[in-house]
């Protein structure tokens, strides 16, 4: 007769096997979908030469990419609660690799325009379908691992971009774009052969306790507010900071190598708040994390150059280690069946905020100048702290207590 110790034993140890798998797959995919999202940017000198494009046309361009992966993520949401996450997993992948395959065959710019919108259009599932697939497998203990999940993201955004420019050494942009391609391929096989079954998110809706039915759309309303207010401040900055650098005397090779010390703090951000968010509470995480946005941003410009620079790594840090906790407080504010849906509208709203935020700060620079604009983020920074102060009401890790909210 089996020892009920050592299938409960067994049991365990499977799903923790199963949990790495899900995370080490989303994980990979994570990358090379965001690796897609931001190659755009090696290619549109490329293509601007190629087919004579003005400013405008280049940014419709990346503006198609960008608005079929934010567009389509709520309706991917709800298709999930019908469909085998796994399955749109694998669907979305092969959509965005061949999107940038008829890129590379394209002869104008409709094709490429077609081309890129399909593309956006896979990347669209991956965010809301992944981000649920790794909740669901961590259960209360996601937080980190979802942490890991966007940290792998910001690997495939230094990665692929910088592969791209090494292979366009070597080759045209075409067949480096079917190569991309084949990668995508390859990682699409790769969530077939060994990620787990993801489920319908309605298969879940029967599991949903009673003691979820609080209040957790009022908790979810303040989360996005957070989440879009947290967006904006870091991409308004990036928008001012090489300005305000230049003002201090730095070189174009100078504020290159800041922004890669900003980009390199946030992945490390991303990476150590979802793990201190697990341990202090998300509470003390947003406080700590926009507050020491806020005060890096006034150090940033009030300093020199070269003590500014020194302060960007732990600044990058901070702008970006609040969105870690953020998305791994998503799930604690949502029924299970609804998880997909809400992390679609937790991306749309964050990704929207990224592409508005910088065209409103840039009318405030051309009205007040840049360094009263970028003043204004550090402001923003600031005003989410009584947001994380309402917001804490639904959360579990509030003034200690262990309480769920949907």
């Not at 994570?30 to 003005?54: C, K, M, N, R």
């Amino acid at each position: 007769m089996p020892d009920p110790a050592t299938e409960i034993a067994n049991a365990r140890r499977q799903d923790s096997v199963e949990a790495t798998r899900t995370l080490t797959v989303t994980g990979l995919n994570h990358a090379l979908h965001d690796g897609y999202t931001d190659l755009i940017y090696v290619l549109l000198p490329v293509w601007q030469a190629e087919f004579a494009l003005s400013y405008g046309l280049l940014a419709l361009l990346r503006g198609l990419y960008a608005g079929a992966m934010a567009g389509l993520q709520i309706p991917v949401g709800r298709i999930a609660e019908r469909i085998d996450g796994k399955i749109i997993l694998i669907v979305g992948t092969v959509l965005s690799a061949l999107g940038y395959v008829l890129a590379g065959l394209s002869g104008g710019i409709i094709g490429l325009g077609l081309a890129l919108a399909l593309s956006g259009a896979g990347s669209s599932t991956q965010h809301p379908i992944a981000s649920a697939a790794v909740s669901r497998a961590y259960g209360k203990a996601a937080r980190g691992p979802l942490g890991i999940y966007n940290f792998s993201g910001d690997l495939g955004k230094a990665a692929i971009p910088a592969l791209t420019s090494l292979l366009l050494v070597i080759m045209s942009w075409r067949h480096a774009l079917v190569l991309l391609a084949f990668a995508g391929v390859l990682v699409a096989g790769c969530i077939a052969l060994w990620m787990p079954a993801v489920g319908r998110g309605s298969a879940s809706k029967s599991k949903t306790s009673s003691s979820r039915a609080g209040d957790g759309r009022g908790g979810f309303n303040w989360l996005l507010a957070i989440g879009i207010l947290d967006t904006a401040v870091r991409m308004g900055f990036l928008t001012f900071l090489p300005f305000l650098l230049r003002d201090k005397g730095a070189s174009l090779p100078t504020n290159g190598f800041a922004l890669a010390l900003v980009f390199i703090g946030g992945a490390a951000g991303k990476f150590t708040c979802g793990w201190l968010g697990e341990r202090v509470g998300a509470l003390r995480t947003v406080l700590l994390t926009e507050g020491g946005t806020a005060a890096l941003i006034l150090a940033v410009l009030v300093l020199p150059l070269t003590p500014a620079i020194v302060l960007l790594p732990l600044l990058g840090v901070m702008l970006n280690g609040t969105s870690s906790v953020l998305y791994g407080t998503v799930p604690e504010l949502t029924p299970p069946h609804r998880t997909e849906r809400a992390f679609a509208l937790f991306y749309t709203g964050t990704i929207g905020s990224g592409a508005i935020a910088p065209v409103l700060y840039g009318f405030l620079g051309d009205a007040l100048g840049p360094t009263m604009a970028t003043a204004a983020t550090a402001a923003t920074a600031i005003a989410i702290c009584p947001l994380a102060l309402a917001l804490a009401a639904h959360l579990s890790d509030h003034a200690g207590t262990r309480r769920s909210s949907v």
